[in-house]
Structures are given as structure tokens and as C-alpha cells.
T-cell receptor
Framework: EAGVVQSPRYKIIEKKQPVAFWCNPI?????LYWYLQNLGQGPELLIR????????DSQLPKDRFSAERLKGVDSTLKIQPAELGDSAVYLC????????????FGQGTRLTVV | SQQGEEDPQALSIQEGENATMNCSYK?????LQWYRQNSGRGLVHLIL?????REKHSGRLRVTLDTSKKSSSLLITASRAADTASYFC??????????????FGTGTSLTVIP
């Protein structure tokens, strides 16, 4: 069974440019998470989806970040425009459903804004 | 913001020794999970302990949970060089209306010296 797939693995962009990250969760997993991880820190939740519904986006900086999960499967996280402080690793994870289950993580996308 | 905090931030031991890391958290939880992250990789789930459990074992891993103190510990016995990684606790916090959420701590960086 394929794991959580993220692309691209690495992205370097100039500040003020847009960028998008893509995530394909494990088949059948209803819950999808986007996390941001700064160097030497733990992942911080940006948004969580239950199927196609964003049930918690309270930590998502909505002035520049947006996310969607069409048809409750793949998801895209977008930043427009990117700032220097957005340089980090963006992790996608999925889990089968609510309560008492583990999250499966993708390899992440390392974003560098120059 | 992150829910948990690991202690110590960094730990260096000789191969064969035991490694203990601690996690403290802030709010009521359904369960607590430990994850490992090798450098530049995604997180891998190690073990889950539910709020009504006090101790759990999995291979060389032993996890304890004290909900009255809002703390957990992870013990890795007979450590190996391959155990070198960052370890994170994640609390599955109760969110009555929005289901369950994973909040990660700051992590413990473990180095096992061959």
C-alpha cells in the first residue's frame, strides 16, 4: 500500500511569488492534515480536513495561505505571496478517521524562500 | 501553538544504554502518541497510549502515561545507532465539535553513539 505522497520534495522560490504543495493521502483515509515544521521544532497544525470539509483552520494564516481538498481525496496547500519567514517543511498526514488512530505522514516539502 | 513539551531537548548516549525522554502537555486528551523523525524525513508512528492506560510496551519501547500530572515518558531499551532521530509526543486532544486533533511537542533529539 502506498503511503502519503507529497510533491514536490523541494521548492525554492523568490519572495512574493506563489507556491503550491500537493498531497495524496492513503486511500480510504478520511482525515487529512497539513503541518508546518520549522527547523528544530515539532510540527504545527495548519489545517485539518474531515473528508472535504475543513474542520479546523484556526492556525492557517488566511491572508496568504489557502488550502483545498476536492472530492475529499487529494489536497493542495497554497501560499500567495510567499514571505521569507515561510521557509519551512510542510508536512501532510492522513488518518483513517476520528479518535484513537495514528497519523501517517508524507516525506514533506521543504520550502526555501529567498 | 504546540501542545506538548519534551524533555530533554537533546540526549546523547552510548549504544546499548537506555534512553528516557519525557513529555508534558496541557489539556485533556483522548490518547498520546510518540513519533520518530529521522533527519530530513517524515514522522513515523511508534506507539499510542490511551488516556485510561498507564503503561504500554512495544518491542524495545515502553511508554507510561500519568494523566494527573499531564505527562508521559518514552523509554527505549538497549539503544542502537539506528535509533538516532528526533522523538515527538503528540496529544490527541478532545475537541468536542470538531473531532480529534494531533498536537506535537517540541521534540527530543536522540544521538546513539556506536
Amino acid at each position: 500500500e502506498a503511503g502519503v505522497v507529497q510533491s514536490p520534495r523541494y521548492k525554492i522560490i523568490e519572495k512574493k511569488q506563489p507556491v503550491a504543495f500537493w498531497c495524496n493521502p492513503i486511500s480510504g483515509h478520511n482525515t487529512l492534515y497539513w503541518y508546518l515544521q520549522n527547523l528544530g521544532q515539532g510540527p504545527e497544525l495548519l489545517i485539518r480536513y474531515e473528508n472535504e470539509e475543513a474542520v479546523d483552520d484556526s492556525q492557517l494564516p488566511k491572508d496568504r495561505f489557502s488550502a483545498e481538498r476536492l472530492k475529499g481525496v487529494d489536497s493542495t496547500l497554497k501560499i500567495q505571496p510567499a514571505e521569507l519567514g515561510d521557509s519551512a517543511v510542510y508536512l501532510c498526514a492522513s488518518s483513517p478517521g476520528r479518535g484513537g488512530t495514528e497519523a501517517f505522514f508524507g516525506q514533506g516539502t521543504r520550502l526555501t524562500v529567498v | 501553538s504546540q501542545q506538548g513539551e519534551e524533555d530533554p531537548q537533546a540526549l546523547s548516549i552510548q549504544e546499548g544504554e537506555n534512553a528516557t525522554m519525557n513529555c508534558s502537555y496541557k489539556t485533556s486528551i483522548n490518547n498520546l502518541q510518540w513519533y520518530r523523525q529521522n533527519s530530513g524525513r517524515g514522522l513515523v508512528h511508534l506507539i499510542l497510549i490511551r488516556s485510561n492506560e498507564r503503561e504500554k510496551h512495544s518491542g524495545r519501547l515502553r511508554v507510561t502515561l500519568d494523566t494527573s500530572k499531564k505527562s508521559s515518558s518514552l523509554l527505549i531499551t538497549a539503544s542502537r545507532a539506528a535509533d538516532t532521530a528526533s522523538y515527538f509526543c503528540a496529544t490527541d486532544a478532545v475537541q468536542y465539535f470538531t473531532g480529534n486533533q494531533f498536537y506535537f511537542g517540541t521534540g527530543t533529539s536522540l544521538t546513539v553513539i556506536p
